[in-house]
């Protein structure tokens, strides 16, 4: 298997990738579908990319992310990234009460509620975090008779933390409000199946733990939702008859999430994300989960022995992702990472984000990589 994942992925002969929670190392398969896919275009031009091809790279991505999903094919829109997404639904809701998230959120999960909202009728509740965690119970607690939607991640880039969302739905479809959720940091690892979790919309890219290219992502919109949230960006894709090329001022929306999709795209990064997912499908979901969670837990165990060294992830299984974050007590985290990366024949990969050091194994990592950099830290530790 793992001669296997180094002719899949060689840079893992020169790499410890520990860093797929920022960009995820796409598949030499896949590379290769991409590289025929603009080769083609260069020798025929649209005498290979007809509207039949067009169509079918979109169908094509649209049956991968509805088998990742668990969910119908009509309730996956495709877009350019999970940013555009949500501000094309987000400009769907309606005009009246609070958004509730967090305060560690990734940027692109506050700004498109925050900026919408001078236009809107609507206020942001931001829950405060310990230590850069959320209390699920607090976030609960704040889900009232005003809330028009909670927009949370699964899993948290900064620590890993993830959600009940299954829980957190409950709560919220009590009074009224969705669930909306960025999936980018869970979507390729974690099992999800939007039906069980009982989700509105779940929001996944490309080019993290799917192991696709950039300029791709995938949108779960529940059926009940796809024809009452009008899309907030809307071009000559996102009607019925999309072929007809009518130009008229009476909108007739496709009946389905399609309607989000509003133009010409980035066809090789749809193609590719397409490819990537039915990679991640072949090997199974559940067998990288397990993976991943039994190389993390053994990351977490080891290095909760180490001193000054202190782990901001959650420690238990079911509260987090794949994504080990710590701080070194009394050392700049730069100067520390430094160590680490290059202490060996192999150059370390790994994040820092707000002077953190963040470690993000997948399936194609193994206990080696993760025991060369516990070496690494150990040393650095020493002096």
Known sequence: MREELLEDFPALR?????????IGLTPRS?????????????????????????????E???????????????EIAIFNSVTEALNSIAWGLECRGKIISTDVEFPTVIYPWARIGKDKDWSMVLVKSRNYLVDEEELLSVIDEEVRAICISHVEYLTGQKFDLRRIARKAHEIGALLIVDGIQAAGYEPINVKELDVDIYIAGSYKWLVGPMGAA???IRKELCNSLEPGLVGWRSVEDMWSLNTTTDLKYAKAARRFEYSTSAYEAKIGLGKSIEYLLNIGIDRINYHNMK??????????????VKILTPMNLKNRGSIITIDVEGVKSHELAQKIMYN????????????????????????????????????????
Do not use: W
Not at 14 to 21: E, V
Not at 34 to 51: I, R
């Open 14 to 22: 020169k790499y410890i990738y520990l860093n797929t929670a920022s």
């Open 30 to 58: 896949v590379v290769g579908v991409l590289k025929g896919f603009l080769e083609s275009l260069l020798l025929e031009g649209t005498a290979y990319l007809d509207e039949e091809k067009e169509a079918m790279v979109f």
């Open 60 to 74: 094509e991505l649209r049956s991968a992310a509805a088998k990742l999903l668990n969910c119908d094919e009509d």
């Open 218 to 220: 995938i949108a779960y």
């Open 295 to 308: 190389i993390t837990q053994y990351l977490i165990e080891e290095l909760d022995k180490l001193p000054r």
């Open 344 to 383: 060996g024949k192999r150059q370390a990969i790994f994040s820092i984000r707000k002077g953190l050091l963040r470690f993000s194994p997948h399936f194609y990592n193994d206990e080696e990589d993760i025991d060369e950099v516990l070496s690494r830290l150990k040393k650095a530790l020493l002096y």
